[in-house]
């Protein structure tokens, strides 16, 4: 399978993206607490730009003896939120928080020799 190369390891600040293009086909790579996760920039909701949008952790509701208690956020659960309606994805695996049968295009990247690429 073809590789694009997308940069130097390290290159991409922590929690920052970059959209790679081929062809007609972007897709953003995200790099989080060091590792690196690339996705179809297109929002399976009505085509945003998913990719380009805030990476946030999720929220998680407090509940203590069937109380709430307030929300917190959860830190090991980063969402990518798409720029056009909000639709949230797992950084993980690429399923929307609310829906799993809405999924990103999850792509796999592989690091080699300081470099690292997507395989297409």
């Keep these: 399978m073809p590789e694009i190369r997308v940069c130097e390891h390290g290159e991409i600040a922590d929690g920052a993206v970059r959209i790679v293009k081929t062809g007609r086909l972007e897709i953003g790579v995200i790099r989080q607490t060091d590792k690196y996760y690339a996705y179809r920039n297109l929002c399976p909701h009505q085509g945003g730009p998913a990719c380009e949008g805030l990476r946030m ?18 830190e090991g659960d980063m969402h990518i939120v798409c720029p056009w309606h909000g639709y949230e ?22 690091q080699r020799d300081g470099a690292v690429y997507v395989v297409v």
């Design 57 to 74: 952790p999720g929220v998680r509701s407090q509940i203590e003896n069937g109380i709430f208690m307030g929300q917190t956020f959860d």
């Design 89 to 110: 994805f797992h950084l993980a695996d690429g399923t929307n928080v609310c829906d799993a049968k809405l999924k990103l295009q999850r792509f796999d990247v592989v």
